[in-house]
C-alpha cells in the first residue's frame, strides 16, 4: 500500500544548485527515516538517516528534516555535483522498532553540467 | 571485507522453471530481507528473517520460499517462475530489524520468459 509516498520522481537540476526530494507517510509508530542512494547496476546504500527524537540532521552537503506532526521528510542535498546524480529513496520502520524498512517509489536526479 | 553477496548476478528462466537465489553475509547480521525493485515501483519487501529458523512474509510473498538456516545465509527459491516474477531481486541484511542500517547486495536481474 501506500505507506510512504516520495516526490518528485524525476528531478533535473544545474551542478551547484539545490535538489530537495519530499516524503510522507501514515504510521504513527515509524521512528526511524533513512535515505538510500542507488547508483546504476548496483544496490541501494544509505547515506543519511534520522530519529524521530531529531528535527534535523546534517552531513556535510546533505541534510534530513522531519516533521513528525504532519508526517513528512525530506532531503535536502546542497552544491550538487554530477556524482550525485542516482535514485534516492526515502524509507522508514513501518510499525515501529521492530516493524520492517519500507521504501517510497524513488527519485531520480540528475545533474547537468 | 565482502558484505552481502548474491549469486547469480544475472539469470534467464522459462516459465514455470525453479531456481534458487543465494545470499551470503559475513558481518553476523541477524536480520535478513529479500526486495524485488520494478520500475517505478520502488523496493518491495518479499520475505525477512529475524534470526535463523526464523522466517516470515513481505508485502509481496507469492510465489517465492525463503528458509534461514545459518546466520549467513539466506536463499530465495522460486518455486515455479512466471513472467510476472521478471525483476531485479535484492538481499539486504542489518543488525536488528527496520531501525538499524540495512546492507544490500548488489542484486539479481531475473527475466522470465
Known amino acids: 500500500g501506500e505507506n510512504v509516498e516520495q516526490h518528485p520522481s524525476t528531478l533535473s537540476v544545474q551542478e551547484g544548485d539545490s535538489a530537495v526530494i519530499k516524503c510522507t507517510y501514515s504510521?504513527?509508530?515509524?521512528?526511524?527515516f533513512p535515505w538510500y542512494k542507488q547508483e546504476l547496476g548496483k544496490g541501494p546504500q544509505l547515506i543519511i538517516d534520522?530519529?524521530?527524537?531529531?528535527g534535523e540532521k546534517k552531513d556535510q552537503r546533505i541534510a534530513v528534516t522531519l516533521n513528525k506532526t504532519a508526517k513528512h521528510f525530506s532531503l535536502h542535498i546542497t552544491e550538487t555535483q554530477p556524482e550525485d546524480s542516482a535514485v534516492y529513496f526515502c524509507?522508514?520502520?513501518?510499525?515501529?522498532?521492530?516493524?520492517?524498512?519500507?521504501f517510497g517509489k524513488g527519485t531520480k536526479l540528475s545533474v547537468k553540467p | 571485507n565482502a558484505g552481502v553477496t548474491q549469486t547469480p548476478k544475472f539469470q534467464v528462466l522459462k516459465t514455470g522453471q525453479s531456481m534458487t537465489l543465494q545470499c551470503a553475509q559475513d558481518?553476523?547480521?541477524?536480520?535478513m530481507s529479500w526486495y524485488r525493485q520494478d520500475p517505478g515501483m520502488g523496493l518491495r519487501l518479499i520475505h525477512y528473517?529475524?534470526?535463523?529458523?526464523?522466517?516470515d512474509q513481505g508485502e509481496v510473498p507469492n510465489g517465492y520460499n525463503v528458509s534461514r538456516s545459518t546466520t549467513e545465509d539466506f536463499p530465495l527459491r522460486l518455486l515455479s517462475a512466471a513472467p510476472s516474477q521478471t525483476s531485479v531481486y535484492f538481499c539486504?541484511?542489518?543488525?536488528?530489524?527496520?531501525?538499524?542500517?540495512?546492507?544490500f547486495g548488489q542484486g539479481t536481474r531475473l527475466t522470465v520468459v
Open positions: 524509507a522508514l520502520n513501518y510499525g515501529g522498532s521492530q516493524g520492517n524498512l519500507i
Open positions: 528473517s529475524v534470526g535463523a529458523g526464523i522466517t
Open positions: 558481518m553476523n547480521h541477524e536480520y
Open positions: 534520522i530519529r524521530s527524537n531529531v
Open positions: 539486504a541484511s542489518s543488525l536488528g530489524a527496520g531501525d538499524t542500517e540495512a546492507f
Open positions: 504510521d504513527s509508530a515509524s521512528n526511524y
